[in-house]
């Protein structure tokens, strides 16, 4: 974990960035006190409702056109 001032993140962000993306915790601070935490965003869960619908779909003999599979709910 890299602990950092307001004043070096602000100069150095973009690096500090790539820390982070590289799995890094940056701790920012103010006057000696933890004001922040930068750290990097859990990768989103795919969703696979769609694929769920068409399968059932498909198991009950539906044709599907080009306009159901591009429909979102």
Do not use: Y
């Amino acid at each position: 974990m890299l602990t950092v001032s307001v004043a070096e993140a602000k100069a150095q962000f973009s690096a500090l960035l790539d820390a982070v993306q590289a799995g890094e915790e940056i701790v920012i601070t103010r006057r000696g006190q933890a004001v922040a935490r930068l750290r990097a965003e859990p990768p989103a869960e795919p969703d696979f409702s769609v694929f769920r619908r068409l399968r059932g779909a498909w198991k009950e003999g539906m044709r599907i056109d080009r306009d159901a599979l591009h429909e979102r709910d």
